[in-house]
């Protein structure tokens, strides 16, 4: 009996202490709160993950943002640039596996007087269990801006140093540059014309109507091409020169290579310049009347004894190089021609490429007549340029419009692209 008691005493000690055991009361917590911990747990890697998504997402718009700003830098359009940016954003997406859907916004805006381009990518990422936490998923976003940074793109350069001529504009003749920079070694002197581009600048003076109010004292800009080397595959045959080529009438093609002597094309006539870099020499390359010059994907190159002479009503439509040593030229005289090249005809449309004559003197002249104004881009490099009567040279400058490369040295400078807030 007694151990009986001694039993129940013990039995009763321990029920009591199983009672104050916290043991117990934490198990019975930890059971009660486990659907919530999870819930916590689960939710904030769900958070970091899109935290994640949202750098990489800020990533992405940066870049396409820097990437369109250097086509907003090449270009007047702004097209080109916006479809740069969208191209960059596209390429990333596909290369990012169970990436956000995303929306891109791309736009060109105005800011501090310039050209910005604005890249805004809203994200979508589903949240766990069923878009139930947060309602409808996870939205955010992220947003860049960029400029382009690089220097005026450099369309006319009057090379020659002292004692050379220099870039005068007579009557009333008119260079139009709108988005690059016209720059002279010497002096610029317009007198009854004028001279409007993005940038004007002289080394020494620059008078006459000039817009915007030209710089003066600029430093040199040295000869982009100096190391070009500019030698004809082979010499002229005895034969070549010995018949000229006076007055062609009808429909003609030359294929790359020496041309030597006269060639003289009148009446309604036709010459046709096949792709690749066409030599003349000894001679001179004259389009008069209503002859028609064209040719894609050529230069033409003129020794010491040769020039061109586009006159009366002949017709020119050249675009350069797209390849090789010479890509982006279109006409090249050699060092030491000091002849005269003159454009006097009212239908030289287009002459897409670089004019380089480093020795020589341009001469554009004649009444109402629009030079080149149908080129997406051209770049003039020589000793002295002139232009008298009332001409208007139109130098464009929308360098990614055309699938002529520009050589480095002209057309856009340097710098490149920078985001701003």
């Known amino acids: 009996m007694k151990t009986l008691v001694r039993w129940i005493a013990r039995a009763r000690r321990r029920l009591g202490g199983f009672g104050r055991d916290e043991r117990g009361n934490i198990a019975l917590m930890f059971a009660l709160s486990a659907p919530a911990v999870v819930l916590i747990a689960v939710g904030a890697i769900d958070l970091g993950n899109v935290q994640s998504n949202r750098v990489k997402l800020q990533d992405i718009a940066d870049t396409a943002a820097l990437a369109g700003a250097n086509e907003l830098g090449l270009a007047i359009d702004d097209v080109t640039a916006v479809e740069r940016a969208h191209a960059f954003v596209a390429g990333h997406l596909s290369e990012w596996p169970k990436g956000p859907t995303v929306t891109p916004v791309i736009q060109v805006v105005e800011?501090?007087?310039?050209?910005?381009?604005?890249?805004?990518?809203?994200?979508?990422?589903?949240?766990?269990?069923?878009?139930?936490?947060?309602?409808?998923?996870?939205?955010?976003?992220?947003?860049?801006?960029?400029?382009?940074?690089?220097?005026?793109?450099?369309?006319?350069?009057?090379?020659?140093?002292?004692?050379?001529?220099?870039?005068?504009?007579?009557?009333?003749?008119?260079?139009?540059?709108?988005?690059?920079?016209?720059?002279?070694?010497?002096?610029?002197?317009?007198e009854g014309g004028s001279i409007g581009a993005y940038q004007v600048q002289a080394v020494t003076s620059a008078t006459g109507v000039i817009s915007p109010d030209p710089g003066t004292g600029a430093a040199p800009i040295e000869d982009p091409f100096k190391d070009l080397k500019l030698t004809p595959p082979s010499p002229c045959k005895l034969i070549d020169l010995a018949f000229p080529k006076n007055l062609l009438m009808g429909t003609f093609r030359l294929s790359p290579g020496v041309h030597c002597g006269i060639y003289i094309f009148g009446g309604n006539s036709q010459l046709i310049l096949d792709p690749g870099e066409h030599w003349f020499m000894n001679g001179i390359l004259q389009m008069r009347d209503y002859a028609r010059l064209t040719g894609s994907d050529v230069v033409l190159f003129f020794d010491k004894q040769s020039n061109f002479d586009f006159m009366g009503h002949s017709t020119v439509n050249l675009e350069g190089r797209k390849r090789g040593a010479f890509a982006g030229m279109v006409m090249v005289?050699?060092?030491?021609?000091?002849?005269?090249?003159?454009?006097?005809?009212?239908?030289?449309?287009?002459?897409?490429?670089?004019?380089?004559?480093?020795?020589?003197?341009?001469?554009?002249?004649?009444?109402?007549?629009?030079?080149?104004?149908?080129?997406?881009?051209?770049?003039?490099?020589?000793?002295?340029?002139?232009?008298?009567?009332?001409?208007?040279?139109?130098?464009?400058?929308?360098?990614?419009?055309?699938?002529?490369?520009?050589?480095?040295?002209?057309?856009?400078?340097?710098?490149?692209?920078?985001?701003?807030?």
């Open 333 to 421: 005289a050699e060092r030491g021609n000091i002849k005269n090249f003159t454009i006097s005809s009212d239908n030289v449309d287009s002459l897409l490429g670089v004019i380089y004559v480093p020795d020589a003197q341009l001469i554009v002249e004649g009444g109402n007549n629009d030079v080149a104004r149908d080129s997406a881009w051209t770049v003039i490099v020589a000793k002295s340029l002139q232009l008298k009567g009332a001409p208007s040279l139109i130098i464009n400058a929308n360098y990614s419009a055309s699938d002529v490369p520009v050589p480095t040295g002209v057309g856009p400078r340097g710098g490149g692209s920078q985001l701003v807030h």
């Open 111 to 190: 800011q501090d007087d310039q050209r910005v381009i604005e890249v805004t990518l809203n994200g979508h990422t589903p949240s766990f269990f069923a878009n139930m936490l947060p309602p409808g998923g996870w939205n955010y976003s992220a947003q860049a801006r960029a400029v382009s940074v690089a220097m005026t793109p450099l369309c006319v350069l009057v090379s020659g140093g002292s004692g050379s001529k220099l870039l005068n504009v007579k009557d009333t003749g008119r260079i139009s540059a709108p988005e690059c920079l016209v720059h002279s070694n010497r002096d610029i002197l317009v």
